[in-house]
């Protein structure tokens, strides 16, 4: 076949390379001079050559021009290279944006999350302030004690006084002497903690050789409410076991968080009590005793109080930014929905928490305020945002400092509670009724009586955030809106759960 080709292309003539010169030619000129004899002749000969075959060459590579319509110019012409790269340079800058888009939330993020722990370190700040005040203060006491030759088993021990969200010590406006109203309701709950006791309670069989049982109270404060409580429940195990020819011992282990006058508390404990005392600092959404340890629990008045407040309803950026506002009165739905994603945190860390602590056939009884109609904020909280709203435009606080403040609580449903309770798998519900503390009996029926319980409540909260001048005048302002707003035919009074559980057998 190849031979016939070159047949075929001799018939043709003479193959021409370049400036017609035949290949023919060409060769006859190769094979009669050498290499190595090259003339000039020859030199300017290959040169004219190589210029010729690059011309050529070009003509080869060069496209002929092609009879297309318009339309397809450009079709035809494309790099698909140029193709590639422009592909890559879209690509490129779409990544570019989402790269951005990322950076962007993220440092908001970062931003939100500054924000609040630049608060806490100020709050940590000025508790450890406190705690080197307290120490110095104890050294200086202590040196004052050996020197007027006081035995140390003699001496008290040392429990530091932190920041509290309840006004400390035992003056006027201290909750020590402003907490009449919880005592009434745990007045009206001693009947019922008497009769969850006598029918619920079963713990001879889970008695620790010592036969010691063991009482928590969480969320204690300084007394004289836990006291009482502690006294009645003790008294009624006593009634229910006096038969047992052992005699029970009783160690009791007050908690509340680390800013708890703790010192307070022990200088007031009763000399005729009937049980050893402990104190245990620390929030009691989280573990505080050993696995089976603890076979009655009590809280009062504590677990409506959150362990922290969303974020993102102090966050301005936020959708859920609950500006202008101090709780739920007035807030859009998606700040309710906030405040209860965060009370339902903080009860399955309680509850999850008391199951390991708890022995089997242990009782919690709790007494929590409650939302019986969805109206979260009652008339105390809209009138302390009325003053706080009020110094705002009177120039005594900033517009943004008012913003960033929320309380710190929460009043569930009873559905709520139940669902919760009910979610952790750990606890039957022996008893969940209203106290049914008569309308009369309002919180704030006494306006004078209703201030001090109110300011003894939230002064420590509100001075952490806006400081210790404004409080004066703060509740003076308050004290006046609470006086026009009073009702006395209204039937607006505190909900008050009382809830005894009971640990599941293991």
Request: net charge negative.
């Amino acid at each position: 076949m190849l031979m016939k080709d070159d047949e075929d292309n001799n018939k043709n003539g003479p193959i021409i390379v370049t400036d017609g010169i035949s290949i023919d030619e060409f060769l006859s000129d190769l094979l009669v001079e050498s290499p190595g004899e090259k003339s000039s002749s020859y030199d300017e000969s290959v040169k004219s050559t190589e210029s010729g075959t690059e011309k050529d060459i070009e003509k080869v590579c060069y496209t002929p021009e092609v009879n297309v319509d318009d339309d397809n110019d450009s079709a035809a012409i494309d790099d698909p290279v140029s193709n590639k790269k422009e592909r890559r340079q879209l690509r490129n800058r779409d990544a570019a944006v989402r790269s951005r888009e990322r950076k962007k939330m993220y440092v908001k993020d970062l931003e939100v999350k500054s924000k609040y722990l630049e608060g806490e370190c100020r709050r940590l700040s000025r508790m450890i302030q406190c705690v080197v005040d307290e120490n110095h203060a104890l050294r200086y006491s202590l040196q004052c004690s050996n020197a007027h030759g006081a035995p140390f088993t003699k001496q008290e021990s040392a429990v530091l006084i932190l920041e509290s969200g309840r006004s400390c010590g035992d003056g006027v406006l201290s909750y020590t002497q402003n907490s009449s109203f919880q005592r009434e309701a745990l007045q009206l709950a001693e009947v019922l903690i008497r009769e969850a006791i006598a029918e619920n309670l079963d713990i001879i069989p889970v008695l620790s050789s010592s036969n010691a049982l063991n009482i928590a109270d969480l969320g204690c404060s300084t007394g004289p409410n836990t006291f009482a409580c502690v006294h009645n429940i003790i008294e009624s195990v006593l009634l229910k076991y006096e038969s047992e020819q052992e005699p029970i011992e009783f160690q009791v282990f007050f908690n509340d968080h680390i800013a708890n006058d703790f010192n307070m508390l022990i200088k007031a404990l009763p000399s005729d009590r009937k049980y050893f005392a402990a104190v245990v600092p620390g929030p009691f959404q989280s573990r505080l005793f050993p696995k089976a340890s603890i076979h009655f629990f009590n809280s009062s008045y504590a677990l409506h109080w959150l362990s922290r407040i969303p974020i993102e309803v102090v966050d301005k950026n936020s959708p859920v930014f609950n500006k202008g506002r101090i709780h739920l009165h007035n807030a859009p739905k998606a700040v309710g929905e906030a405040f209860s994603a965060q009370f339902a945190r903080d009860m399955k860390s309680f509850l999850d928490a008391r199951a390991e602590e708890i022995v089997g056939g242990g009782l919690i009884v709790v007494i929590i305020i409650c939302n019986l109609d969805n109206l979260h904020s009652s008339g105390p909280v809209i009138a302390l945002e009325t003053c706080l709203l009020d110094m705002i435009k009177a120039g005594l606080i900033s517009e943004a400092k008012v913003d960033s403040f929320n309380l710190p609580m929460y009043h569930p449903t009873p559905s709520e509670l139940n669902a919760l309770i009910e979610a952790n798998g750990c606890f039957s519900i022996e008893n969940m009724e209203m106290l049914g503390r008569s309308a009369e009996k309002k919180i704030y029926s006494d306006i004078s009586r209703s201030v001090k319980i109110f300011r003894s409540i939230w002064e420590g909260i509100l001075k952490e955030h806006f400081g210790s001048e404004i409080m004066d005048e703060l509740f003076d302002r308050f004290s006046k809106i609470l006086e026009k707003s009073y009702n006395p035919t209204s039937k607006d009074y505190v909900a008050e759960k009382f809830i005894v559980i009971k640990r599941n057998c293991y």
